[in-house]
């Protein structure tokens, strides 16, 4: 079973930056894309940025130009650097596999954007 925690979340003011970090334990051989999610009070889950094994990377429309993901595979840790904060970005971000295999959600850290 595969395992994650976030980290990294705060108040930071429109502009600002953030970055996340996500720890994956477990059976991590069985992972090949983990992505960044969020979600925001009212609205569902959405995926806004992922990462392969072979360091492909997709990010969602709102969050592109802004947003890096990154992995270190030494740590076990996937990492979402968020610049140019936006009030928008305000949500609980949670970091999973994406597609297989299904694993619980965790906690999420909660990111809100303010002035």
């Known amino acids: 079973q595969v395992q994650f925690a976030e980290s990294g979340g705060g108040l930071v003011q429109p502009g600002g930056s953030l970055r996340l970090s996500c720890g994956a334990s477990?059976?991590?051989?069985?992972?090949?894309?983990v992505g960044w999610y969020r979600q925001a009070p009212g609205k569902q889950r959405e995926l806004v940025a992922s990462?392969?094994?072979?360091?492909?990377?997709e990010y969602a429309d709102s969050v592109k130009g802004r947003f890096t993901i990154s992995g270190d595979h030494a740590n076990n840790t996937v990492d979402l650097e968020m610049n140019a904060l936006k009030p928008e970005d305000t949500a609980v971000y949670y970091c999973?596999?994406?597609?297989?295999?299904?694993?619980?959600w965790g906690q999420g850290t909660q990111v809100t954007v303010s002035s």
């Open positions: 990462i392969t094994l072979g360091n492909t990377k």
């Open positions: 477990g059976t991590i051989f069985t992972l090949y894309r």
């Open positions: 999973n596999a994406v597609g297989t295999p299904k694993v619980p």
